[in-house]
């Protein structure tokens, strides 16, 4: 009995702390040190190599591969998967943490630092309008190669992690789900029409609910999740975006514009009132919203001021609610 109650108490500190790695949005200080240059180099996405982690004065052994489709193609410094020992994370802030996506710097520069900040602000900004949504944990990472073959050997560069997707599944009482299409009438109509204004909010048009051409699940950048009888679209990655504006970003020419910072509205049609609804709640997380930009580490303010000013145009132009609906109406998928 008091092997059960010490078992039953461990697994609840384990996911205590794991919810509390991504409750906390101060940037949390890291170090990872390890053969960061044989990583790159080699470029197995299916290959793990050891590294140590050492946050909060506690050290962990850990396992990285590199991940990522379309960045690897254009990054430098590839984004990143994080495999924990969970053996070696009790009473850590990674406890109960299993595998964790980290996403990166790209390439080495300051620009490049701050796309990475402006598409973690996204994700911020999607958890403010749904609760459905992929939390996320700035990190500020002090990165050693170990095998000194980087031009930098000590580097010092801010990354954010993504929360799995089963961690979002029992966070929301909800299990992922691999399907090869969705029903659009099976999407719960309120999270589909937050998803639709959001992606439109920030200049993302890289996204949809049909399966991309290298996977064999639906959506491409984007997860379902059953809660209850009701199936949810959650979207990820947004380096694509206007708010971002990453140096790399072009829109599929078939969209027919000429950069990313031009919104085009990407959703699906959708009934009227769930639009109406979904675009109030939004605008009623203005002031949060902007807010979430402010707040960003490392931007100047003039590019505090750019961002802002991007956002705004969005609700400048939601002020007018009947005709930004119609506009939705007439371009909806």
Not at 87 to 112: P, W
């Amino acid at each position: 009995m008091k092997k059960l109650l010490m078992i039953i108490l461990l697994a609840h500190v384990a996911q205590s702390s794991a919810a509390s790695l991504f409750e906390d949005s101060a940037p949390l200080e890291v170090s990872i040190s390890g053969p960061l240059s044989t990583l790159i180099e080699e470029g197995d996405d299916r290959k793990e190599l050891p590294f140590l982690l050492q946050a909060n004065d506690l050290s962990h052994s850990i396992n990285i591969r590199l991940r990522g489709n379309s960045r690897r193609r254009v990054c430098d410094f590839p984004p990143l998967r994080l495999n924990f020992k969970v053996d070696d994370t009790a009473q850590s802030v990674f406890a109960g943490q299993d595998k964790l996506k980290l996403v990166t710097h790209c390439r080495n520069s300051n620009s490049a630092e701050l796309n990475m900040l402006e598409e973690y602000a996204a994700y911020r900004i999607f958890n403010l309008i749904s609760d459905v949504s992929y939390n996320v944990r700035l990190l500020h990472i002090t990165y050693t190669d170990t095998d000194g073959r980087l031009r930098e050997n000590t580097f010092d560069r801010y990354g954010f992690l993504i929360e799995s997707a089963s961690a979002l599944a029992s966070r929301v009482g909800g299990d992922p789900v691999q399907v090869p299409a969705v029903s659009l009438p099976a999407l719960d109509s309120q999270q589909a029409a937050t998803v639709y204004i959001f992606q439109y909010l920030i200049g993302n048009t890289d996204w949809s609910l049909v399966t991309a051409d290298t996977d064999d699940a639906c959506c491409h950048n984007g997860d379902l999740f059953d809660i209850g009888s009701t199936r949810y679209y959650v979207p990820y990655d947004f380096d694509l975006s206007g708010l971002v504006n990453a140096s790399y970003a072009r829109p599929d020419p078939s969209l027919r514009i000429s950069r990313v910072t031009i919104r085009r509205y990407r959703g699906y049609c959708i009934s009227t009132d769930a639009l109406k609804y979904a675009l109030s709640a939004i605008k009623a997380r203005r002031a949060d919203i902007l807010d979430v930009v402010n707040q960003l580490p490392g931007l100047s303010q003039k590019e505090i001021k750019k961002k802002t000013k991007y956002l705004d145009q969005f609700f400048e132009q939601a002020n007018n609610e009947d005709k930004i609906v119609k506009s939705f109406e007439r371009r909806c998928l």
